[in-house]
Structures are given as structure tokens and as C-alpha cells.
């Protein structure tokens, strides 16, 4: 009842889609039965959450914020939402975002902008605004996002939360809307690494429906485990223990971060260099040693992303066609006119210009000069990526080269894509990144907007990022 009074005091702030009232408190009520009964509660049981209108939901509207699936109701929950769900958490209802998770802002959700708790008039960074606002706003304790080029990272750091992007392949797609299907992870968002922890750890494991979900993940001590639920909790309580007993007021020490020179050049603001290096002045404070590492081809991350992500968004996103689900042209002539019109009517601008540059590079004649390049220069970022993990075991760094921007102010969708610079590469490489909050800009504004810390980990460390962030907070 508390999460959906303040939900309806701040509707202005635009986080919601959809608010399940009845859903919510049934569910609630189902908590507090089994609380009353004796029986063993988890960590999450009773837990107010909402998803990312990305994720499909048996018997609540799901959208992807776009006109395209107005009105749609899918029979099926996605594998994460019937996992957390399996946790006790109790949904509240379903999240604003980007349309079909494409933009950094929530600017393009075809219903409505989500605005950042901090300033009203900035925007909550996208594509899981709504998730972010959520959280910030403390409409709820903890959210769903999806992270295909920094989604999850960059709304966590321009509204002052935690969110992590796990590992590709740590949670299962199945249900969740396809963007471009070798980026696309889903994640926990929350106040802090420790509420983050508790979710992904109930979000994740093998699903046999998503033919890329991992049925092994590597363990921080170089070990294989089966990929399932509580690998992470263990991991992190083993990590946690672990620096305790060393030495308790330096828990990160023998971590090697790395602080990569690409991610401080020209085009970072003033502000966030100042907290960023804030923070690793205080990694450091906590035991941390600082390494210098170069990952070369960041600034390359964005034409190869913009390229392989477009390319399969327009195959993934050419089943909507008026005929299965979904919206559908009123008056058309015939079959081919019903799918122009349809897709004409259904989808934003930025959906389209996507679909087109997608068709472009992925054409005859531009598929050897775009998109086959593009895939051999993201092989060659992940490789970069390994030569710095030689030296280093987590990376640091900005999650985006400025605060939040206020609301209309950038209409340039290329300027749009170069700020994407910090977290594209950990996307790329399909690589576990986190944005924990580090500080606030102070530089002249009327109020002060917060700045994230962004953590780069090997494949699976996510326990590892998660202990680096809690002891950081
Ligand atoms: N801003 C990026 C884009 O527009 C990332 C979006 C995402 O991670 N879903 O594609």
C-alpha cells in the first residue's frame, strides 16, 4: 500500500506504465499469509519490485513502451519475472522506457517522458528511466531493466542508484522483447549493491528457452558451477567473509583495478572526472591498488554498436506486422500495404531510422563493409578487454561523460549515440558492468545531480562487483 500511495503521489514523475493495484496487494497479502504460517520467508518475499515494460507478463498489459503492442497481453511471464516472482517479490506493475528498450534518455517512449526525481526538467537517462526513477523516487525498493548498450547503467548513474549489467548469458532472454539478441541482458536496479545482489541472484540461471543462456558460469575462485539461483549470494557471502577476517578496514584489499586512460581523454565533463577520481581515491582508501590499462578501440565501440545493434533490431523487430500481435492498420488495400501501414503507424522515429540503417548494413553489396567489419572489431574490443584483465581484476571508469541533460535539449540522434561511449564496450563484450553512485555534480546547478562509478569485471565476476560496490557504499 505504501509503494502504490506514492506511486499515485508522483505520477508526474512518468515511471509507470501500468500499476497493477489489486495484483499487487493479493500478492502482499500472500507474503503476509505465508509470514503468518510459519514458513521460511527469503530475502525478497513481500518485496515491493516493478518490471521494465520489456518483459512480458501473464495478465498485465506489456508494451515496450510503443504504440505497436498497445493493448497486448502475453500468456506467458518471462523467465525472470516468473523466477523473482518464485522469490515472493510482490509486482507492482510495469515500467516506462524507450521504445523496444532504444534510446538513453526515455525521450522516445511513445507514451510518456519519465522525468529524473533529482530535477524534473533532466531527463532520468534510458532506456530503463522508469526502472531508474523507481527506485531514485522510492516508489518502489527495487526494479527490472535491460541493458543493451548501457540501459541499466546509464539511468543508475544519472539518477544516483545502483544497477548492474550481468554477465551475458548469467539470466535468460526468454520473454524479454528483442532488441538486438546479442546484447540484450536483463538486471537488477536498486539503492544499493547489496539490494542489487539479493535480486540478480534470484533473476539468473540456465533456462533451456534461451538457446545463449550459460548452463555453467566460472566462479570468482576460477571454479565451474552450475548457472542457478544463489551462486551469486554464496559467492558474495564467501567474499565477504573473506575480507573480514583479512583485514577489516581494508576490504578490497589485493583488488586490482584498472583505470583505463580512454575513459578520462576529452569529452568527459569537468564534474564527472572529479567524482570519478574521487572514487578511485577511495577504492584505494579500501585497500585497492590502481593499474594503468588502455583499451584502445573505446572510441570505436560506438560505430560497431550502431551498426550490429540496428542490424538486429530490424531482424528481430520484422515480426511485427499487424498480423500476430499487436497493432494493426485499419484501411488497407492489400497484404503489403497493411504491413507499411501498420509499421508506419506502430513504430517511433528512432525505432524506424534503426530498422533502416539495420536493413542498410546488413544489405548486398554494404554487409562485407559494415556489418562483417563491425563484428571482426568487436571480437578485437573483447580481446582488449582480456589484455587488461592480465593486470587488473575489475576496471573503473565513468558510466556517462556528463550528468543528466535536461528534458528536449539534444535533438541530434548521433550526439545522442557518442554519449553511449563508456558503456558500449563492456556490451560488446558481453562483459558484467556495474554503476554505483559516486558523488554529485556541484558545479553551478540549482541542485545537485548525481554522478555513477562504473565497474567492469571479467565473464561471471559479478559477485566480485558486487562486493567492490557494497564495500564502496
Ligand atoms: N542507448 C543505447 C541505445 O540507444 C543503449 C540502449 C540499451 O541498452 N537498451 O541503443
Not at 164 to 181: E, L, N
Not at 185 to 210: I, K, N, V, Y
Request: proline share 5%.
Amino acid at each position: 500500500q505504501h509503494a502504490l500511495d506514492r506511486i499515485a503521489a508522483h505520477a508526474d514523475l512518468g515511471a509507470f506504465l501500468h500499476v497493477d493495484a489489486d495484483g499487487a496487494l493479493a500478492a502482499a497479502a500472500a507474503a503476509d499469509a505465508r509470514r503468518a504460517a510459519g514458513q521460511a520467508l527469503g530475502p525478497l518475499d513481500g518485496v515491493p519490485i516493478a518490471h521494465k515494460d520489456i518483459f512480458v507478463t501473464q495478465g498485465l498489459p506489456t508494451t515496450a513502451a510503443s504504440k505497436m503492442l498497445k493493448g497486448y497481453q502475453s500468456p506467458f511471464d518471462a523467465t525472470v519475472v516468473a523466477q523473482l516472482k518464485a522469490a515472493g517479490v510482490v509486482n507492482v506493475g510495469k515500467l516506462n522506457c524507450d521504445e523496444f528498450a532504444m534510446g538513453g534518455a526515455n525521450e522516445n517512449s511513445a507514451y510518456a517522458k519519465a522525468r529524473n526525481p533529482w530535477d524534473t526538467g533532466r531527463i532520468p537517462g534510458g532506456s530503463s528511466g522508469g526502472s531508474a526513477v523507481a527506485v531514485a523516487a522510492r516508489l518502489v525498493s527495487a526494479t527490472t531493466g535491460t541493458d543493451t548498450g548501457g540501459s541499466i547503467r546509464q539511468p543508475a548513474a544519472l539518477t544516483g542508484i545502483t544497477g548492474i549489467k550481468p554477465t551475458y548469458g548469467r539470466c535468460s532472454r526468454f520473454g524479454m522483447i528483442a532488441f538486438a539478441s546479442s546484447l540484450d541482458q536483463a538486471g537488477p536496479m536498486a539503492r544499493t549493491a547489496e539490494d542489487c545482489a539479493l535480486m540478480l541472484d534470484a533473476m539468473s540461471g540456465f533456462d533451456e528457452r534461451d538457446a545463449t543462456s550459460a548452463e555453467q558460469v566460472r566462479l570468482h575462485d576460477g571454479t565451474l558451477a552450475a548457472n542457478r539461483p544463489g551462486v551469486i549470494g554464496r559467492e558474495l557471502a564467501a567474499l565477504s567473509l573473506a575480507a573480514q577476517l583479512a583485514d577489516k578496514a581494508h576490504p578490497l584489499a589485493g583488488l586490482r583495478v584498472g583505470v583505463p586512460k580512454e575513459f578520462f581523454g576529452e569529452g568527459v565533463s569537468a564534474d564527472v572526472l572529479a567524482a570519478t577520481r574521487a572514487a578511485l581515491a577511495q577504492l584505494e582508501a579500501l585497500g585497492a591498488t590502481l593499474v594503468d590499462v588502455s583499451l584502445p578501440r573505446t572510441e570505436l565501440s560506438i560505430p560497431v554498436y550502431y551498426i550490429i545493434a540496428p542490424a538486429e533490431a530490424s531482424s528481430n523487430l520484422s515480426r511485427f506486422d499487424g498480423v500476430k500481435f499487436g497493432h494493426r492498420a485499419q484501411k488497407y488495400s492489400d497484404l503489403n500495404d497493411m504491413y507499411r501501414k501498420t509499421r508506419a503507424e506502430g513504430f517511433g522515429p528512432e525505432v524506424k531510422r534503426r530498422i533502416m540503417i539495420g536493413a542498410y548494413v546488413l544489405s548486398h553489396g554494404y554487409y562485407d563493409a559494415y556489418y562483417l567489419q563491425a563484428q571482426k572489431l568487436r571480437r578485437m574490443i573483447a580481446d582488449d578487454f582480456q589484455a587488461a584483465f592480465q593486470v587488473c581484476d575489475v576496471i573503473a571508469g565513468p558510466v556517462a561523460p556528463t550528468v543528466a541533460r535536461e528534458i528536449g535539449s539534444q535533438t541530434d540522434p548521433l550526439q545522442e549515440y557518442l554519449a553511449d561511449i563508456f558503456t558500449l564496450p563492456a556490451s560488446l563484450a558481453g562483459l558484467p558492468g556495474m554503476s554505483v553512485p559516486c558523488g554529485f555534480s556541484d558545479s553551478g546547478l540549482q541542485r545537485p545531480l548525481p554522478i555513477g562509478l562504473q565497474l567492469i569485471g571479467n565473464y561471471w565476476q559479478e559477485a566480485r562487483l558486487l562486493h567492490a560496490g557494497q564495500a564502496f557504499q
